[in-house]
């Protein structure tokens, strides 16, 4: 297991530097969790603090699929935002 560090409130990636780190979680900014999982890209971690750990997007998979996964998703979401926003102007006109 790696350390890294996570803001506070949201629980995203701060930094693993721990001078930096220590610093942030001195000021309030940040949680240090000693449980972050090795060799494992920032992007995919958030703190849990309801469990006081830290959980992985897409845990299991390598990073290349990881990847693939996130921009599926991302993919998925524009689809739904557009689908949506046409919805909406498509019932604006109507009312007009």
């Known amino acids: 297991?790696?350390?890294?560090?996570?803001?506070v409130?949201?629980?995203e990636?701060?930094?693993?530097?721990?001078?930096?780190?220590?610093?942030?979680?001195?000021?309030g900014e940040a949680v240090k969790a000693d449980?972050?999982?090795?060799?494992?890209?920032?992007?995919r971690m958030k703190y849990n603090f309801s469990t006081n750990s830290v959980d992985v997007l897409f845990d299991g998979d390598d990073e290349a699929?990881?990847?693939?996964?996130?921009l599926a998703?991302?993919?998925?979401?524009a689809v739904t935002d557009k689908e949506a926003d046409?919805?909406?102007?498509a019932a604006n006109k109507a009312d007009a």
Do not use: H, L
């Not at 046409?86 to 102007?89: D, G, N, Q």
């Open 9 to 11: 409130g949201t629980g």
């Open 73 to 77: 998703a991302i993919n998925a979401e």
């Open 35 to 43: 449980n972050a999982p090795d060799n494992t890209e920032s992007w």
């Open 86 to 89: 046409a919805a909406r102007s």
């Open 65 to 70: 699929t990881a990847q693939t996964k996130k």
């Open 1 to 7: 297991m790696a350390t890294y560090y996570f803001k």
């Open 13 to 27: 990636p701060f930094c693993e530097n721990s001078v930096t780190g220590d610093d942030a979680v001195a000021k």
